[in-house]
């Protein structure tokens, strides 16, 4: 019970040396790469760079107690920093003391409803988000965030949380671009980018695999050094290129909340989305770098495991954090065993803090805005979307629609249309099931389409099978197939239903069953089922529906046919084959 | 094409005496019936009684042009007004004229909305309003409505739109009662529910079955008539009780909607759900009455014939109007043949409006009152709920979360939770599939859950059949229950899954099986799968799913169990015994 929500109690007590130092050597790698991404991705959320390094001590040590993933690395993170920014924004003036004090609501309310779903055990609500939706957002979200760099790349002062305001700023200041910025930035992009293509050509100078993973790994860190060197060495500044600047040397201090009511209120459905889309995302990767290793991780531990990570962020000043995918991987990668690799990074992103401050002084603007957005292009993800596309046209159209949105409205209409139209298709495709008259392989117990086979039917006994589970949403459906088959098939006697597919029938489809049976009665058709599912069945025991049904149930397709095929009248000679004998007598 | 839009073009033609003369019996007891209930249901909804009657005019000519069911009797109707009231309230003062142009307004753009949506053949939407959803808000709105004229029976000056409202004001008021009103309204209230009751009484007496029925539904008249009288005999307005008053004697006059735009953004949510509320009532009722003389309605031209209607409405100066359920049930029973009946019962409205009005000026408010309280408790249907709750307990859950809401909240709130909540239930049932290990029935072709039946199974192959389509909501439910399976099965070598109640596998679906697929190669299992449904497979052969699947795509479960168990390894030794051959060799 208490190693449930304590999963710390799971590993510290056979924590060794061994694991020490691989627990080491990866937060070493990810230290170096929190924090130029930290820096960069609190620009992003319109907040001092800073409060990016603060959200990344605190947090990781709050994971480490109560996350079950040994590998995820928790901090802010390019999406979620975009989705703070737009929710900030509407609340208070970037800059102000009252942003900040947003900024801390935001990461604390995140927090606590992530805990509080933790607590009522409602993981599964992440299920509800399809891949192609999820898929789409990111992509979406890639352009997003890379077009709300290009500003701080060309040294402008505009922003926004959409990509028309984005643009339609970006181009009304272009007269302002500040060229040595821009230059700075150019530079920046260019390097990154050679650093990422360059794993190929290391391995192929003979370079072991893992060195060549962990110098590409290091480019931005690289960069940030030498554009920041240059920015010092030529007094950038004093020319007008956009710096970090002076920051405080001093641990996150206290984090002070807003006091006023009405910013909490306004928060809560961006601390909600911002809480769910963290939680995808996390647990989706947590997920599957467990399966790699045979880990198992719980998602609603996890839900607590975020929760008290935004709220430990909350209480030093940070911003909301979740799970980062590329330091994860890079935190896999590197060998982490355990959690306390992330408290590790911790320690080291806390004596950056407090000792290294100086040296980012001189960092450019322009070079965090490049980080962000040669990160960002990676989130671009054109592949899927052209597999969907010629897997199901319904699943691509949904993955468009989240796509378009999220361009045009933003990330939280993106997420909301997503689910919203995962939920509509999905409903959609099961009110019209599909169903076909079924006719037997000749020699065999097998009963197929009689559109897609050569089988034997009979024209009094009609076969069909129904391929959905019957529910309110195809109720009226089902009516209609069925009645519309008789009125087609006038000689038919005998009509049995075959739920092998039917894998539910709630309070309305058993009405519309009823229905079938009365209206079936009337024009002296008997209605029978065939392979009802043993939990299907349990369930029609608790109603009166088999005590009027006319027909029977049979255990199995091959039981109806052979009983009904050589009955004399609708109403005698057939036979129960099957296992589950009718409680009546046809007619 | 023509008919389709009018469907008067199918019955005018052939339109013969007979048919007249059933049309016109039938349209005068309408006629006579349709009268004090119009009256009482406009005072439902805070307006002049006499709206109710320019109400039931005009939509019923529009009516029989654009409808398609031979029987539906429209006007006002208890539920509808209620949500009408409650709207109104919302944007004006009761008894002012803006109030009035308000409730124009609402038929305006109920009409409006429904015609739109019938254009757009958006008439499968009804189908997400589950049966027990439905028997809840009806259920719910009956305790409503008879609540909201506990006032007026007690002659107290309190309304209000929800139970707690209604109840606290009456409750606040308690010493305002005006005896006399209230003795009327219980003596009005005494006489309803003995006429409701006579019928079995009149039919022992020997009176013929028809006749009777046509005397029970008189029942409102005869009390109209009885309690006028009283009134105007002895005065009763000159001591105190609150009567109809001097009504005009005119046609409808044409309706004036509100010019402030602010009211009609205000009323555009109501007038959706008095639509589709009023559309899913009135389509139940007129499919149920079609099915019986079968004939057909088309749900999607029922909302053009609402819809017009409705606009009717409005243009005579009237409130929003369906299907209502007593009367259509008479005019049914009456013998009417096609929708001239209903003319002929507006043009009953009509006279009796231009010249029967002064009649009606000594009718007490409390008469009124306790028709609607009499035909409301009709409403409240506690059978449905407990054969729910016997049937499944997350449809009797959902069905009483909406009586609640609708309670505490209104029913625009219960329509709105009730639509939340049976998609919500469908989608949590879906979530979490039932899956089952199958075993061979001995000396058949027939698998059967392990647990269930006594069948013969293998150790090295597991045979696992999915009761469920797969889609993103149970996509990684089904990852876990394969993962458990092979880590407490270490000796299965062939991984079957049988897809027989698999309906539709969605991207996020094929993305899981493809992480299966994978992950079980892994562990040195071979997946194979069996009894693909021909568009399932149709749409698999458009991914690359196929051509990865380790093992092979048997047609039956036997033709798997036939091939796979006398295999040697899980690399060899499989035969594909079905007619689907797998794309690559197992391994």
Known sequence: MLKRYFPILEWLPVYDRQTLSSDLIAALIVTLMVIPQALAYALLAGLPAIVGLYASILPLFAYAVFGTSRTLAIGPMALVSLMTGAALIEVAA???????????????????????????????????????????????????????QLAGL????????????????????????????????????????????????????????????????????????LTTAICWAANLPAFGVAVVGEVPSHLPPLGVPSSDLGVWRDLLVPALLIGIVGFIESVALAQMLAARRRQRISPDQELIGLGVSNIASAVSSGLPVVGSLSRTVVNFDAGAQTPAAGAFAAIGVAFVTLYLTPLIRFLPIATLAAIIIVSALTLIDIKTLKRTWRYSYGDAAAMLATIALTLVQGVEAGVIAGVGLSVGLYLYRTSRPHSALVGRVPGTEHFRNIQRHQVESSERVALLRIDESLYFANARYLEDTVYGLVAEHPEVDHMVLICSAVNLIDASALESLE????????????????????????????????????????????????????????????????????????G
Do not use: C
Not at 189 to 213: E, I
């Open 94 to 148: 970037p800059g102000s003391t009252v942003y900040l004090e947003a900024a801390i609501t935001l990461a604390f309310l995140t927090g606590v409803i992530l805990t509080l779903m933790g607590l009522f055990r409602l993981g599964f609500f992440a299920n509800f988000l399809s891949h192609p939706v999820v898929s789409g957002l990111l992509s979406a979200s890639g352009v997003l965030i890379a077009a709300s």
């Open 154 to 225: 060309a040294g402008l002062d505009a922003s926004g949380f959409t990509l028309i305001t984005q643009l339609s700023n970006l181009f009304s200041h272009l007269d302002g671009i500040h060229w040595p910025t821009l230059a700075i930035g150019l530079v920046s992009v260019t390097l990154l980018q050679l650093f990422r293509r360059s794993r190929p050509r290391l391995k192929s100078w003979g370079m072991n695999a893992r060195y060549a993973d962990f110098l590409v790994k290091l480019g931005p860190l690289f960069v940030v050094a």
């Open 515 to 586: 229905a079938i049976n009365l209206r079936l009665k009337d024009s002296q058709v008997t209605l029978h089922l065939a392979e009802v599912k043993g939990p299907v069945m349990d369930r029609l025991k608790h109603s009166d529906f088999l005590q009027h049904l006319t027909g029977q149930v049979f255990l199995s397709t091959y039981a109806a046919w052979s009983g009904l095929r050589h009955g004399h009248s609708p109403s005698s000679g057939s036979r129960d084959q099957g296992r589950t004998p009718a409680k009546k007598d046809a």
